[in-house]
C-alpha cells in the first residue's frame, strides 16, 4: 500500500502511465456509462443553466442553447471530478500552492508586461472553444475519445492540431526560438 501511495503522490507520472490510466477511463466511461469524455461541453451546461436560471428568455429559441443539456450532467460531474482530483493530485504531492508559471520565452519576445499573456491566453481559448462548439466538440473529446473509437475525423483534427500548432508557434515567436 505504501509503494502505491508513493507512486500516486509523485510529483509528475511517466506520460505511458498517465496514458494508460486515461485509457482505461475512456473505455471505463464508454462500457460502464455508454459515454464518452468531454471537456468543452460542461463549459456550455454550465452556461446554459444559468443563463435559463437568470434569464430564461435568453435562451428560448436560441438553436445553440436548445440543443445544450442544462441541470448537474454527467458532464459537469466529470469536469467537477477532474478539478478536484488535480486539487487531490496538488496536496497528495505536495505541490499545491497559488503561483505563476511564467515561460522563459515570452518576456524575451514581448517583454515583461503579464498582460500581454493573459490576454493572448484569453482570446486564444475563447477561439478555441468557439470552434469546439461549431464541431460540436472539443479538442479532448475529439482527439481522445474519437481516437479511441478509431473515427477519421479524429486522426485528421490531432494532424490538424499540431500543423496549426507549428504554424502559430512560428508566426508568434516569427522563426526567434
Request: charge should be positive; charged fraction near 10%.
Amino acid at each position: 500500500m505504501k509503494q502505491l501511495w508513493t507512486f500516486i503522490s509523485k510529483e509528475s507520472w511517466s506520460p505511458y502511465a498517465a496514458g494508460v490510466l486515461l485509457g482505461l477511463t475512456c473505455i471505463l466511461a464508454v462500457v460502464l456509462a455508454n459515454r464518452t469524455l468531454s471537456a468543452s461541453l460542461p463549459v456550455a451546461e454550465i452556461a446554459a443553466t444559468g443563463l435559463k436560471a437568470a434569464a430564461p428568455q435568453a435562451i428560448e429559441g436560441n438553436p445553440y442553447y436548445f440543443i445544450i443539456p442544462t441541470g448537474l450532467t454527467w458532464e459537469i460531474w466529470l469536469f467537477i471530478g477532474t478539478m478536484l482530483g488535480g486539487f487531490l493530485s496538488a496536496l497528495s504531492s505536495k505541490t499545491f500552492k497559488l503561483r505563476w508559471n511564467p515561460d522563459p520565452l515570452w518576456p524575451k519576445i514581448f517583454g515583461p508586461q503579464p498582460w500581454k499573456r493573459w490576454l493572448a491566453g484569453f482570446v486564444g481559448a475563447i477561439i478555441v472553444q468557439f470552434g469546439a462548439g461549431i464541431a460540436g466538440g472539443c479538442t479532448s473529446g475529439l482527439a481522445v475519445s474519437g481516437g479511441m473509437l478509431l473515427a477519421p475525423s479524429a486522426f485528421l483534427f490531432m494532424a490538424g492540431m499540431f500543423a496549426s500548432g507549428i504554424l502559430v508557434a512560428f508566426i508568434i515567436y516569427r522563426g526567434r526560438y
